[in-house]
């Protein structure tokens, strides 16, 4: 398994390589009030992807968040209604004569 790990992050590692070689061009990114920022493609490409997916952990931080405090919650709930239930006797379960 772990062979297939390294494989795995190997390819990726080649492919995002290759990507990066062949966009080198430089680019000019437009900002308001005539800012302007020149830089290789492959710099402009992955900064929107990191900027992406620091806007998705965010969006789902919050969901997140409320799920472990309800998570929580509901253990904290269900050890205190473990010796109640144990106490209780069990009913036997129903035999089924074939």
Request: hydrophobic share 55%; proline share 6%.
């Amino acid at each position: 398994m772990r062979f297939l790990t390294w494989t795995v992050r190997l390819i990726l590692f080649i492919v995002l390589l290759a990507f990066a070689v062949k966009n080198t061009d430089p680019v000019t990114l437009q900002f308001y009030f005539d800012l302007a920022w020149q830089a290789p493609l492959v710099v402009a490409l992955f900064g929107a992807l990191a900027v992406g997916a620091l806007f998705g952990i965010a969006a789902t931080a919050g969901t997140l968040m409320r799920q472990r405090r309800e998570i929580a919650r509901l253990r904290r709930e269900s050890r205190q209604h473990a010796p109640i239930a144990a106490r209780e006797p069990q009913a036997a379960p129903p035999v089924i004569d074939a």
